[in-house]
């Protein structure tokens, strides 16, 4: 019989795990302290439960920590980890060291239907959704997991099309029963699927990164299918509903396409879109994926378009482009690793 998996339950439900087991409601909350502030391998090492306690946990139950399968390093300190997933298919997770701070980029999905013309993973299709546990797995089982100080949910997949096992793995992150992470230490990326979005804002606290490419509805249209569901404008509709505080960051994604998105008509629009929205915006460098009919723009244009941004009152700045060399961008590590086990195959 297969066990289930540990890493990745909330407190509420290792209670009801514990409630079947006929223990005492308490050892949910050892049994969590053992999961994620201590990071044990194996439930035997769980010693301030009986013997008895531990046996019955172990026959159906596993801690269910899986090390990554291969890791590629960057000439610039970027690694990019692979780990399996379920029918035979990989995710990434990206470690970012920087002098003040060390960041992980998480996968939320295996593959993603979201179709964008730019993204890697989205070619690959959706094939699943990643549980609470995978999502987690990707930080605790890594070897710089002590030095991470944030989190962004910006790997493989759409978060929001995901979102009852986003929420659990944030409600795992910043619990005092779990990490207990400030959410401030963590973002989460969206096309903006606004239902999911609402959740979102709603239930969890971390920092909210919206994809956005173009101000433009038609334009972005053929870059992100998306915005025939919920336009831009909509979604930015819904961010003006709710009292974000102070802390609390809203921040836009701009991938800049040479001659397709970086010109004055697309600054003036980007104001008037988001005219008395407190946010940033994030320029970021395309990353060449194979047949693209995209290329990049230059590093001139980029801080150009960044002062035009500032100059109109919109907080701007370029994002360094980490890890090219070592396949960083997403989709690219997981893309080739699939393509290689299906030439074995054929082989």
């Known amino acids: 019989m297969k066990k289930e998996v540990l890493l990745g339950k909330t407190l509420s439900e290792l209670k009801e795990i514990v409630k079947s087991l006929g223990l005492p409601q308490f050892t949910a909350k050892q049994i969590a302290d053992w999961l994620y502030k201590k990071q044990i391998l194996h439930i035997d090492q769980m010693t301030n439960l009986s013997k008895k306690a531990r046996t019955m946990l172990a026959d159906q139950y596993e801690i269910g920590l899986t090390p990554p399968e291969s890791v590629k390093t960057s000439i610039d300190g970027t690694k990019k980890y692979l780990f399996p997933a379920a029918k035979e298919k990989f995710i990434e997770a990206a470690y970012m060291p920087e002098e003040n701070r060390n960041t992980l980029c998480v996968s939320s999905q295996v593959g993603c239907k979201m179709g964008c013309l730019f993204c890697m993973t989205g070619r690959q299709g959706f094939q699943n959704q990643l549980s609470a546990g995978e999502i987690i797995n990707q930080i605790q089982s890594l070897p710089e997991k002590d030095g991470l100080t944030n989190v962004v949910y910006m ?35 969206t096309i903006g699927i606004i239902p999911a979005l609402r959740r ?62 970086d010109s004055q008509i697309h600054v003036n629009e980007l104001a008037k879109l988001l005219n008395g929205l407190r946010c940033r915006m994030n320029l970021i460098y395309f990353h060449a994926i194979p ?10 244009t980029m801080e150009w378009f960044r002062d035009q941004l500032n100059h109109k009152g919109i907080t701007a700045t370029i994002r360094k482009s980490r890890g090219e060399d070592i396949y960083a961008a997403c989709g690219m590590l997981s893309t080739k690793k699939l393509i290689q086990e299906q030439e074995n195959k054929d082989f």
């Not at 099309?161 to 401030?184: A, M």
């Not at 930015?236 to 998105?261: A, P, T, W």
Request: proline share 6%; glycine share 6%; aromatic share 10%.
């Open 200 to 261: 979102f804002i709603e239930e969890s606290e971390a920092h909210l990164a919206i994809s956005l490419h173009s101000p433009f509805n038609e334009e972005r249209k053929k870059l992100m299918p998306i915005e025939n569901a919920y336009p831009i404008e909509q979604v930015i509709d819904v961010l003006r509903e709710y009292d974000f505080g102070r802390q609390r960051r809203i921040s836009f994604e701009y991938i800049m396409f040479k001659g397709v998105n």
């Open 291 to 300: 047949d693209s009919p995209l290329e990049g723009s230059n590093m001139k």
């Open 155 to 189: 790997g493989m997949g759409e978060p929001m099309d995901n979102i009852d096992e986003v929420l659990k793995s944030l409600e795992i992150l910043t619990s005092e029963w779990g990490y207990g992470w400030s959410p401030r230490r963590i973002n989460v990326s």
